[in-house]
């Protein structure tokens, strides 16, 4: 597959599920997710696109800060529920585009500002991604990202990726935070801001958003209670009476500049 190339598999698993997305309390509350409005210069930018924008949350976030708001996204039930929260949301200049983030649809140096939270984990690939996002970047112009990283631990590391592909098959990796930022300055774009913070997760909560079949569900919960040490102090793995178990997801919000 190039990278050019819809990802398919991202169509297929965020298409079945664009409804509970859309209703997700998980990434509708900025606070959970760490809010993409947060790291904005204290300017009006121009165009902004939200890439991977989903249901469209961190396009609203930013949009009241922007001239035009374009949420793009790769799964057309995604941008329908953009769609129908546009309205509620009150942000009518937010406009919807069809397509896949390796290939941004627009000039060079035409964007002022590129938002992308919680979707860089299914991109295939980050270095082509990220010099698009050079590309498109007017100089001053700033990339926002938002994302689950691996920790540097490799045993947990290894184990979380286990998991995460098996709960969804359209992931394809979460980076560390030195290879965001390497990746980031590598593509010409200069780090200005991190923030590290988590997104407190909940099975089965978690495994039902992502449309997991019960028993393979079930499966998954009893690796969650079976996770090695490393895994478990990593992610704060801790299982409650009542068969629930919480953890959480470390994230890293970056801010980057075209020079
Ligand atoms: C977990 S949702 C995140 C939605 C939103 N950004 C938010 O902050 O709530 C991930 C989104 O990334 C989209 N996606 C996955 N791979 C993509 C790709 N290669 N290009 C564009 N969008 C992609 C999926 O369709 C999905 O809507």
Not at 105 to 110: E, Q, V, Y
Not at 112 to 123: E, G, V
């Amino acid at each position: 597959m190039t990278n050019a190339q819809p990802d398919r598999s991202s169509q297929s698993q965020f298409g079945r599920l664009a409804g509970a997305y859309g209703a997700s309390k998980t990434h509708a509350q900025a606070g959970a997710l760490a809010s993409a409005a947060s790291m904005l210069t204290d300017r009006r930018y121009g165009t902004a696109m939200d890439i991977g924008a989903g249901p469209g949350f961190t396009a609203f976030a930013v949009a009241d800060r922007c001239d035009r708001v374009i949420a793009t996204d790769v799964t057309p039930e995604m941008l329908e529920q953009a769609r129908s929260l546009r309205d509620e949301r009150g942000a009518p200049h937010t406009e919807l585009m069809l397509t896949a983030a390796e290939s941004l649809p627009c000039r060079d140096a035409s964007l002022d500002l590129i938002t992308c939270r919680t979707a860089a984990h299914h991109f295939l690939n980050i270095d082509a991604w990220l010099r698009d996002v050079h590309r498109a970047l007017t100089p001053g112009g700033e990339l926002i990202l938002i994302d689950t990283i691996s920790p540097d631990d490799t045993e947990a590391e290894t184990w979380m990726h286990g998991i995460e592909i098996w709960r969804d098959p359209s992931h394809v990796r979460n980076p560390t935070q030195a290879e965001w930022l390497s990746a980031i300055e590598r593509a010409g774009l200069r780090v200005v801001e991190t923030a590290l913070s988590r997104v407190d997760l909940e099975y089965p909560d978690w495994t039902e958003r992502a449309g997991m079949p019960e028993e393979e569900a079930a499966r998954l919960g009893q690796a969650l209670r079976d996770a090695p040490p490393a895994a478990a102090q990593a992610f704060g793995i801790t299982p409650r009476a009542d068969g629930l178990i919480e953890f959480y997801w470390p994230i890293l919000s970056v801010k980057a500049v075209k020079p």
